[in-house]
Every structure is written in C-alpha cells, then in structure tokens.
C-alpha cells in the first residue's frame, strides 16, 4: 500500500511541476454546490487554508468529541447528543458515515480548468503503517457537462493486535444543465475490511510494559467486511411557467421543474470468527460466519415551483422505497444438528428444515415498502430573513404514519451578524433491524406475527423527537454561540445482548460555544459543549466537552522571488469529562451502554506545524504527546484505548491545468 500511494503521488507531484506558477485562487478557476434535500443547490467550498489540513481523520471534522475504537476507520458515533447520526436502516452504516462516499456528501462541480486535488498523511513508524490518501479530479467537457473522480483509502495497521483495517471508497459523478434539461449523477463504492480485536483484555493498561502490541486482545482470528454501493440519478425539466404565479421570465432563472430521482443502494456485511471464550455462547469449536444484506430502491418524483409572488418556492414530492432485508449465518462443526430457515417475504412465511453434512446454513429475508408524501417551502436567497420549511408523512408500508416537520429560520442583522432559529418534529419507526436481527449468537425479534392475518406486526413504539434550538453568530467577533433542547419518546436503547425501548420521555439540553481569540500573531480557537440529561442511564453523554487550538500564525514574504511561505505553529487540545462510554459488539456491529468503567477526564494533545507554499500545504504533527505523563485512562469505548503517541506527516496539494 505504501508504495502505490507513494506512486500515485510522484505521478502527480512530476505533473504538478508543468504549472506550478498559476494563480492559487481558486474562486475564479472553479465553482462548487452540493444538491440539499429540497432538490436546490447550496454552495460548497474548497478549502485551500491551514487550518484543518492536520484533521485528516473525517470523523473530527463534524465532531470533536466521539467514542470510537480508537483508530482511523473503525466505527464511532458522536458524544454530542445534536450532532448524533440517527440509526440508518441498515444499522451498521450509521458507525461509518464519516468514511463513506453518499449522494448528500457529493459536491458537483463547474471548471474553466481541470482541477485535481491530492491529500496524503502517513506515520513515521513503519510497525504501524498508516497510509491515507484522497484525490479528486474533475473538469468539464463543455460549458454545461462536468464530470468527475474521487477516490480515498485508509490503511491502518494499528498499535494494538489485530487492529488492521483498509477502508476504500469510489465515486464517479457527472453533473449537467441546460435551458430546459439538467441531471445529475454520481456511483459511489465503498469497502471497509476489518480486524476485529474485541478490544484489549485489561481494561486498565497497567500491564502493557514495552509496547502496545504486548497487551492481550480478546479476538484474535475475527474479520469483518463491510461493503456499500449506491447509484444516485436526478433529472430535470425546466419549465418557464407551471402555475399562474409561479413565473420565471429570465431564462438563466428557470427554476419550475419537474424531476424524477431514482437511488439504489446495496450493503453487505459479514462477520467471521472461530472464538469459543469470549461470546460466552457456544462452547462448539467451529468457524461462525455472519452476513447481513440490505437492497432498497427509491422512485420520486418532483414538482418544484419557482418565484411564488416573488417570495418564496415550494415543491412536493411522491416517493415510493422498496427495501429488502436479508440475514444468512453459517458454522463449520463436527456436530450434527438439524435446524429450521424462516423466509418471510412480504407477507408470507415459510419455514424449511435444511441439513448440509458439513456446512449449515440459515437464511431469513424480509420485504417490505414504504410510500412517503414530501414538500417543503422556502425563502427566496436574497431575502435578510431567510426559512426553510419541509415535511413529509408516511403514507403507508412499515414506516406509515411515520411524520418529519422541520423549520429553519435565519436572520441577517447585519453583514457580520446573523441569529437562526431551528425547530423540528418527527416521528419515526425503528429501524426494522433493529426490531429483526439474527446471527450464530445473537438473534433479536421485537415483533409479533399474526398468522390468521398474515402481518409481520413490529411491537417497538414510533419513537417521538421534538428539537429545538436558538443561535448567534457573529463573523466580526468570530463567536458562534448555540442552545439546543430535545425531547425524545421511546427512544431505542442497545445493552449488551439487544436493542430495547424505553417508553417514557428523556430530556436532553446542550450549550454550545465557539470562538476565536487573536492576539498579534498568536490564535486561539475554542469549542466548548456543556451537555445536561434528565435520564442520564439512558442517553449518556459527557456533560463537558471542549477543543482548543492555539497556535502561531505567520506569513513569511520572500522580496526576490515574491513568493510567501504561511506557518501555523501550535498545539491541539481534546477533553472530555468522565462518563459511561459505550462498549463495542464485533458480531452484532453495534455499540452498547455498559455499566462497568467510566472513561474520560483525559487530556489528549497533539504538536504541530503546517506550513503553506502556494497551492502545497504541509503538516507535521506529534500526536499524544503527553502520552504516559497523563495517566492511562485513555480510552475512546470500553476496551478500546486510543493510540499512544506517534508522529505523523501529511500534505495537500492543489492542480489546475
């Protein structure tokens, strides 16, 4: 992996020589807009700067605070209750979302040159070996036609055993528009292999003597493989007039249109081992091998309407989801047992005994479709007070009565201040893995089967989410300050064997601060997030969070050449206070609450340097450098340490040619 990454990037870097003296602004070379939900487009912008380019983990760019295994690419989910990824319906996507190539996260792209960048990290330590690397390249065809590639992979060996992982991601996207027709388009592969370690067997660290690879792990010999690929195609008709008020009689603002949206989306995960101790399960010797898979295929269709007495916009939608859900489990054993396979596929069950005399296999499938109604309104963008409000209802299938309604206010009052307003209600059935899941170990099935009716019933309740919060952000004063509160009914809890239902109301409040302190050319950036819980057995949080960045910031100017070399020189600050973290499942692929250690209360500092030359950016960064000075409750989830200190390199650099 090493060489090929080193490869690519001569390949690039010998290429990059041609034209290094273009101008380095890339606002005048190239455009770029992500579609929102409303099937409207928001710009996106190309970050050319310092200041993240050492944060070359995905996860820590949306959340400072998380538990996780530790590692690059191993699952994790917020320890900010606001900015928790809800439960996709293929349950074990939801860990991963930061690494995943998806049609919400594609940015699209219009270039009056092709453009391609390169970001590549790696450590110094080659025992650990972690390589990652990210290119983009794009470019039009014509005025109209743009397409493009994105490729990324992780490579992480690990400080610990068993700790391997290559996590790889494909897309292919294309974007297109006309007067009167536009598309777009985009194909995204995504594979993640995984060692999976159950993580370390001493859960104090007091008995790693030399190094990390000494402390015992409690899997040795299991895998899993997880697999995503999903197809996104979106084309549109634009019309001059759909309605008597809804006019648009400039031509480069046609904004009546008529869409059809198909997505398709496949997932697998297996799971493999041939453990007898740490399940506590089985005591049969043999190989356990899971699969879980999921098909589902989205038909809508769109009307969206533009300028409504020059106001506002509004559109609605009708979508049809059919989904697919199958488990298939296996054991090489040297006993002979007989056993019965559920097929269930919309509504009818069959149950077949099979006998294989050395393989046994079990497979259940389930089917089932959803129909939702959508629409939503907004705000004209040139409008101070700008708002957004959208909903949609489940119209019938598993997910019907299911309701979402949320609305976004924001208002400018000023260039350099703005105060938003966001409040939302929904309404949702639990994911149907969650109520269905089976495994050699672990089987689950929250609901009930009524025969004479020949209904798959769930018994999990529509979970209830009201949120609310209030905002200020002020660019001046470079300070954003947010307050959030939620309610949640019957919220899905997971402990150690399965997912259950707690079926009163928890409340959960947060405040928010972020801000910038300059002094000369000394810069100090803070994030800070105080968390409170009225059940905090049941949605456990830190109840402080806090980021600090401090670092100096100069630009050095060469008067011979004319050329400017920008330094960024500090250090990096992570905390959180001591809480109930999480524990890990390996074969269920889920995390769980667990009661036995609180972790946190943890300093973790990095050092580092990043210097700019141009379109070429570079950093060094010493990570966990107070590692072994702070104490050893260092943990990011029960069991599973962070690495110890390491010194890691990276670059970014930008072409246009």
Known sequence: MRKICFLILFIFFHHGLVFCNNDPDTSTIIYSWRLTDCNLTEPSFIDTTLDKIHLYNPMLKNSFSNTYLGYIGAPYHSNDFFQLEPMSNFIFKSYFKAYLASPDEINYYNTRKPFTKVDYSTNTVKLMDNENLHIIHTQNVNRDLNVGLDYSVFSNYG??????????????????????????????????????????????????????????????????????????????????????????????????????????????????????????????LGNYVDSSFSWSLNNEVQVNFGKVFNVFRWGVSLLNVQNILKYQYSRDSMNVFLRNTYVISGNSLVQTPILNDSLYSWKSKFSYPDHYFKFYLTALPDHKLYWTFKGQYGISGYNHGDISLKLNLKQALDKNNIIFLNASYELTRPSYMLQNFESNRYRWTNNTNDFNQTKYLPTFNQTGYTHASIGYTSVSDKINISINYGIINNIICIDSISPYQYNKPVNVGSLSINKLFVLGKFCSYFKIVYQITSNDTIVRLPKLSGYNSTYFDHTFNFRNTGGQLHVQLGADFYWNSAFFMDGYNPETGLFYHQNEKKSGNYPYVNVFGKFGLKRFLFFIMYEHVNSGFSGLNYFNAYHYPMDTKSLKIGLTWLFYD
Not at 162 to 188: C, E, H, M, P, W
């Open 159 to 284: 400080q610990y055993s068993d700790q391997k992982i290559v996590n790889q991601s494909l897309t292919a996207f294309s974007s297109y528009k006309r007067k009167r027709y536009g598309y777009y388009f985009n194909i995204n592969y995504n594979i993640i292999n995984r060692q999976e370690n159950g993580g370390i067997v001493d859960s104090s660290l007091k008995h790693i003597v030399t190094n990390n690879l000494d402390a015992t792990v409690n899997l040795e010999s299991a895998t899993s493989k997880y697999k995503n690929m999903n197809v996104y195609l979106n084309q549109s008709i634009f019309f001059d007039r759909l309605l008597s008020f809804a006019d648009t009689s400039n031509e480069n603002e046609r904004n009546n249109s008529i869409s059809y949206i198909v997505y398709f989306e496949r997932n697998k995960r297996q799971y493999e081992d041939n453990d007898t101790v740490f399940y506590n399960k089985n005591k049969s």
